[in-house]
């Protein structure tokens, strides 16, 4: 569904990159604490107990279990919504939403003796949210993106990151503007390690792209910006023994 909506200023209004990254970060936090209460470790049971009368030998039968690391590589695959919009000549604001779906993979290094993580991602995403009215249509289409993250852990399983990227996204329109975007990525997430193959995770992105000039339009120009929710599913491989 296309929104049109008119302003009454003589300039491009500020893009809400702050109450972007608000919304994210309640997310995040909200998500972490559901996670973690699905790992939380059952109550012991008095016939789990050791019995100390035991010989010794009976006490160690069972080797502890491994911590779970950080370290390696993935592939992943994304799905989820894409919000647009586009500032036309700071008079006029173009609005569409529609799914998205993404292939992506990356590298993370969980720091040696610390909760930190830090990693690089890259990703390719298929979209193909258009708004206009007559005569301005602006449809937003594939994009690349390639960027890192880095962030902390909640006991071992658990990951809350933010990450920062460079993106550039193909577009149409009837407004004789270039063929693609270029801009930048900021965004939150969450990420839960299932076992030492696969994870799963909901990741929030707002993506701000440079402005570009309407031709024959004087000091026009066009400013789209993107709010994006994604649920990502992981199968990592390299990962230590």
Not at 56 to 67: G, S, V, Y
Not at 184 to 196: D, F, I, K, S, W
Request: glycine fraction near 12%; aromatic fraction near 8%; include cysteine.
């Amino acid at each position: 569904m296309t929104v049109l909506s008119h302003r009454h200023i003589p300039a491009p209004t500020p893009k809400p990159r702050i109450t972007g990254m608000v919304i994210a970060g309640a997310l995040a936090i909200i998500l972490a604490f559901a996670i973690v209460s699905l790992f939380k470790p059952p109550a012991a049971r008095a016939d789990t107990i050791p019995n100390r009368t035991k010989p010794a030998a009976n006490l160690f039968t069972e080797a502890p279990a491994a911590r779970t690391s950080w370290t390696g590589c993935y592939i992943n695959a994304q799905t989820g919504m894409a919000a647009a919009h586009h500032e036309v000549a700071g008079v006029i604001s173009l609005s569409a939403q529609g799914a998205l779906g993404a292939l992506g993979g990356g590298c993370d290094l969980h720091v040696a003796g610390t909760p930190f993580v830090i990693g690089a991602l890259t990703d390719y995403a298929f979209r193909n949210v258009g708004a206009g009215i007559v005569g301005a249509n602006i449809t937003l289409e594939g994009a690349w993106t390639v960027g890192g993250r880095a962030g902390v852990l909640a006991g071992d399983k658990l990951l809350i990151y933010g990450l920062g990227a460079w993106t550039q996204t193909s577009a149409s329109s009837t407004l004789a503007l270039p063929s693609t975007f270029d801009g930048y990525v900021a965004g939150a997430g969450v990420e839960a390690m299932l076992n030492q193959a696969f994870s799963l995770g909901l990741e929030y992105r707002g993506i701000y792209y440079d402005s570009e000039a309407i031709p024959g339009a004087g000091p026009f120009a066009v400013s789209p910006y993107e709010h994006q929710l994604r649920l990502k599913a992981a199968w990592r491989f390299g990962m230590p023994k």
